[in-house]
């Protein structure tokens, strides 16, 4: 197993993974939600896609041994481990920085939006556009009528999920900054996560 | 009320909606699911999007009264009526040729995806990218497990929605072709929709 390599509290990180190469990432905390991007290393129009994803896996819950498809419906990752009761989020969008001012904060706030691009652009690779992300440990319930809640993880502290890489891609991750609204922990302190090459 | 404007069978269609106008989309036999895309007129990479629809309306089911929201999260066009039950899918991708091809169909079947960018490029606008659709009438329950469900519309023939443009939009729409699982009926036959500007 590699070094553990930080995904700062608030910020966001993007790395290369080669096809067969599996990458770890750890909710040190067990209270984090890390968005988790992965685009296509040399077509960044094809990218994991969370509409595409459901229909591939038949529900909205990815599951140790899901291949996690793309925009034209073929895996970039399968899901091999997870360590968490296996509650993550693929139904909301990035926060942004419009998410932020419709909830009444200054401007400026950090958001996953932008730490996605900032993380891309810092090793070269740019998107075409922000996909709607992976939310790995976000805990947003659906109830019989439709309606969704906003809830803190479920994981504990270490918990981990291990994806590997089914092409050659770009995986990026932000440890969300969401402070306002639970999703991040009942104290709503965004805290760092991290991950390993493995 | 104006005159009434066919969907085709496994076709699309596309129109420019004006600020403050309505249309009327009609399940004209109470069995087809319309897919239904809107784009701001002025700036093509902004339209509406199922993941922060979601966010905005704190759900997967929009109702009467709720404003849908673009990818910059501000309002597109306001579902003003709906006279079915309200079972629409927000979740699952339009349907292209890849899904078919994984289906088992020979290349060449008609899907809604195509039925988009035709239709746009009928009225001389492109789109970026091909958004995750409101599924109108499209019945996909989220078990209490996540598993997700392909049901007929629960809709009852004439039922309709009525959309009013909040910004100057490109609506389409496409009547989707799905004839492998049964969301168009259990006779898996699709059929023509209607619209109304009104």
């Given at each position: 197993m590699g070094a553990l390599i930080e995904i700062p509290a608030r910020g966001g990180t993007a790395v290369h993974l080669d096809r067969g190469r599996s990458i770890k990432v750890i909710n040190?905390?067990?209270?984090q939600v890390v968005d988790t991007w992965a685009f296509n290393r040399d077509e960044p129009a094809e990218f994991l896609s969370m509409e595409h994803l459901r229909v591939a896996i038949g529900g909205i819950f990815p599951k140790p041994g899901d291949a996690l498809v793309t925009n034209r419906r073929?895996?970039?990752?399968?899901?091999?481990?997870?360590?968490?009761?296996?509650?993550?989020?693929?139904l909301l969008a990035a926060c942004d920085a419009h998410r932020y001012r419709l909830l009444g904060?200054?401007?400026g706030h950090a958001n996953c939006t932008d730490n996605l691009h900032a993380a891309l652009g810092r090793i070269g690779f740019a998107a075409p556009e922000t996909p709607s992300p992976l939310?790995?440990?976000m805990n947003i319930p659906v109830g019989a009528d439709g309606t969704v809640d906003y809830l803190p993880p479920v994981a504990r502290p270490g918990d981990y999920v291990v994806l590997r890489a089914e092409i050659d891609a770009v995986i990026a991750f932000s440890a969300c900054p969401q402070d306002m609204v639970p999703i991040n922990g009942e104290a709503c302190i965004p805290v760092e996560a991290h991950f390993t090459f493995i």
């Open positions: 040190t905390h067990g209270t073929r895996p970039i990752v399968t899901l091999i481990e997870d360590t968490s009761p296996g509650i993550h989020d693929t904060c200054p401007e939310n790995l440990w």
